[in-house]
């Protein structure tokens, strides 16, 4: 496993650092020019004003001088970290020579096709190169499964996030996301995901995951179940934007089972959970089985290059040339970034850290749980985390505005988080997968003395 002296360097040194209240004079000039001109859909800098400068390690400085630490990573596409000295290396070799080539075949594409396909499952042979998106993986996978079955239908799971085009929108279980839109594409349909917290079967706690995957099997075994039998299920192994919910591993193994019984195809969704950030290559790995497809983005550019990719059984490798295709699905930076951030993370045991790490932090998280009258649950596996906010930990009221405040707080203080979750109440935390064991302490002590000062204000004192 990489140690701690091979990491510190990749950062900025003494993080954080602030040295005038974000957003400073500078970043707010930046964020009016972006008010003035974008769009009013943007949204990252109204919950954490600034204006990036630069970028190292799980480090980011803004334009003000003030260094932050980056327990956000992008969303979780910076998983080696900002300006990996590698990756770039990799990346300017690359643009010297070629950087668009379509589907046209060249060394370093097959470079990461041989990465890839030393990382996934042998049963999943095949590989596709899609848009530059998650979002178009998903798109992808629907395709690819609906044009196996002969079926239209899509199963998906309450709490998901898939992405925002038509079709991964259609997948996508937050309304703020979906109202006012107009139809997306039909017949798809919602079952619970294994949610422990948030229960809703009134059966014990433990059992949440079992109860959910029996509601899966009922809906495909009933044929007044009111759902025709779809051409797949799609599911998160890890819940990102739902609120970083790990669900029981045997809830993945039991759906595996009842996908594969009632012969309709498996997508595991690992845009967000995979490449390393469970502490595991990928998240499906944890239930220790094989889908039939599997999506991948984020990670997989090195350092931000957009790319999307699926993995898939050789049983569906029935597509004739041309019959999906697209123009951005011949990056050649973005091969050659990932391939070297995906060498590095295997060398290093990057996985391996992330999940050593990511206990520690859990263990902080769960001691400011259990000290915290406003914290309901904080949950999470490998350096994907979540802190879910309530105003009272017996009726677990939802306190979207506690998550919010979290993340303004932090981020004045030097730490960058996000808000997610079924009711846009979990702080979460996706840091890079080589932040340092110090940053990752900081920035979650840091956390914890935000909530106690929210706690504070709440009760008066």
């Not at 239209?152 to 997948?171: C, E, K, R």
């Not at 079992?210 to 299920?233: E, N, Q, T």
């Amino acid at each position: 496993m990489i140690s701690e002296e091979k990491l510190v360097v990749l950062s900025m040194p003494k993080a954080p650092k602030i040295l005038t209240d974000p957003p400073g004079p500078e970043s707010k000039k930046i964020l009016k020019r972006q008010a003035d001109n974008e769009s009013s859909v943007v949204s990252y800098s109204k919950g954490m004003p600034m204006a990036i400068a630069r970028g190292k390690g799980a480090t980011i400085e803004d334009a003000d001088g003030n260094i932050y630490i980056d327990m956000f990573g992008g969303a979780g596409v910076m998983a080696v970290g900002h300006g990996h000295p590698e990756v770039l290396e990799a990346a300017h070799k690359q643009i010297d020579i070629v950087t668009h080539t379509l589907d046209i075949p060249s060394e370093t594409r097959e470079d990461l096709v041989d990465v890839l396909k030393e990382l996934l499952p042998k049963e999943l042979t095949r590989i596709f190169f899609g848009g530059p998106t998650g979002s178009d993986a998903v798109e992808q996978a629907i395709k690819l499964a609906k044009w196996n079955t002969g079926r239209n239908g899509i199963i998906a799971f309450d709490g998901a996030y898939h992405g925002m085009t038509g079709g991964s929108l259609a997948l996508t279980t937050d309304s703020g996301h979906r109202d006012g839109i107009g139809q997306l594409i039909p017949d798809v349909h919602f079952v619970p995901y294994a949610y422990e917290y948030r229960n809703p079967f009134g059966c014990p706690d433990d059992e949440t995951d079992l109860y959910a995957a029996k509601w899966l099997d009922r809906v495909l075994s009933d044929s007044h179940s009111g759902i025709s039998k779809p051409a797949a299920v799609i599911i998160e192994a890890i819940q990102g934007e739902g609120g970083s919910i790990p669900p029981n591993p045997r809830f993945l193994k039991n759906i595996r089972e009842i996908t594969t019984k009632h012969d309709v195809l498996l997508i595991c969704d690992e845009i967000q959970c995979g490449l390393g950030r469970t502490g595991k290559m990928f998240g499906f790995e944890h239930s220790e089985i094989v889908p039939d497809i599997v999506t991948l983005s984020k990670a997989l550019g090195g350092v931000g290059f957009p790319i999307s990719a699926i993995a898939y059984k050789e049983k569906l490798n029935t597509w004739p040339p041309g019959k999906t295709i697209g123009t951005f699905r011949g990056n050649m930076v973005a091969f050659a970034a990932g391939t070297a951030a995906l060498r590095y993370m295997v060398r290093e045991d990057i996985p391996g850290h992330a999940a050593e790490l990511g206990k520690k932090v859990l263990d902080r998280l769960k001691d400011c749980e259990a000290n915290s009258s406003i914290v309901g649950e904080a949950r999470g596996i490998g350096l994907m985390l979540g802190i879910e906010m309530v105003k009272d930990k017996k009726t677990r009221e939802p306190a979207p505005e506690y998550a919010k405040k979290v993340r303004s707080l932090a981020h004045r203080k030097g730490v960058m988080i996000e808000v997610g979750g079924h009711y846009n109440n979990v702080a979460r935390l996706l840091p890079p997968l080589v932040i340092t064991e110090e940053l990752a302490m900081k920035g979650t002590e840091i956390i914890c003395e935000v909530i106690a000062e929210i706690e504070q204000e709440a009760k008066g004192e």
